[in-house]
């Protein structure tokens, strides 16, 4: 299993996963589920994905496959717009699907993939778009500027009480390790280390790109005061009114 989230913000996106696959008793095994495709000044493209190894590294080389393409409507590095990118990796999902789908129906494996996909080509703004295993996609809106796959359920929470497209990208990166911390302490599935991407709107070039290992000081910093922060907060909150023992109904 993983987890990969991503932010579309005002002042532009930020995108993290976690690198664990086949988690397990005596097998635990790390790849990275963040590729990026730049050309500095005019595009940078962030795919992340989540589900059947096999299948994402497959779709990642169908779109690798065509990045020198002379063909402009099938090269990515061409396309003149996210949408169009993200119409791209739709049809790198399906032309996966057409080969491998009957293979794996007969192994009885799951056609299991989603992805996220963002960044900015110039001319436009940055955007968003999460793509399904069908190969259909949606794009991140200002009322949904979040999105996430893999693992969700845990980091969650703080996502929507944090989030909003006026969000800095410096609240909404402690945002999206604490969001990773939460999930990787609930679920050994998931775990470090964490892909962290931050691009800053119109730069059309990678700034800020970090693989947050254990000891990253940072980190560990801002999830234990997350940690003591909960339990002081905790502590504080007031007891029911009704008391711990009261059997009174009604």
């Given at each position: 299993m993983t987890y990969c989230l991503a932010m579309a913000l005002n002042q532009g996106l930020v995108l993290a996963a976690d690198s664990r696959t086949n988690a397990g008793v005596d097998h635990i095994a790390t790849f990275r589920k963040m590729r990026i495709w730049e050309r500095e000044g005019e595009r940078v493209l962030v795919l992340l994905s989540a589900g059947n190894l096999a299948i994402t590294q497959a779709?990642?080389?169908?779109?690798?496959?065509?990045?020198?393409?002379?063909?402009?409507?099938?090269?990515?590095?061409?396309?003149?717009?996210?949408?169009?990118?993200?119409?791209?990796?739709?049809?790198?999902?399906?032309?996966?699907?057409?080969?491998?789908?009957?293979?794996?129906?007969?192994?009885g494996v799951e056609f299991n993939?989603?992805?996220?996909?963002?960044?900015?080509?110039?001319?436009?703004?940055?955007?968003?778009?999460?793509?399904?295993?069908?190969?259909?996609?949606?794009?991140?809106?200002?009322?949904t500027p979040y999105f996430q796959i893999g693992e969700t359920k845990y980091g969650k929470p703080i996502l929507d009480?944090?989030?909003?497209?006026?969000?800095?990208?410096?609240?909404?990166?402690?945002?999206a390790l604490l969001s990773l911390d939460s999930t990787i302490r609930s679920n050994m599935t998931v775990g470090l280390p964490i892909d962290l991407l931050v691009y800053r709107r119109d730069s059309l070039r990678v700034e800020t790109h970090r693989l947050i290992q254990d000891n990253d000081p940072y980190y560990k910093d801002i999830?234990?005061?997350?940690?003591?922060?909960?339990?002081?907060?905790?502590?504080?909150?007031?007891?029911?009114?009704?008391g711990g023992g009261d059997k009174t109904a009604g």
């Open positions: 779709v990642a080389s169908e779109i690798d496959r065509h990045t020198h393409d002379d063909t402009p409507e099938r090269n990515p590095m061409a396309v003149a717009s996210l949408y169009d990118a993200a119409r791209l990796v739709g049809e790198a999902v399906r032309a996966v699907h057409r080969k491998d789908g009957a293979a794996l129906r007969e192994a993939i989603s992805l996220i996909l963002g960044g900015q080509i110039e001319g436009e703004e940055p955007r968003l778009f999460m793509i399904y295993a069908a190969g259909n996609f949606i794009e991140a809106t200002n009322e009480r944090v989030v909003s497209v006026e969000t800095d990208l410096a609240r909404a990166t402690k945002c999830c234990h005061r997350w940690g003591v922060g909960l339990r002081d907060l905790f502590q504080v909150l007031p007891d029911p009114p009704w």
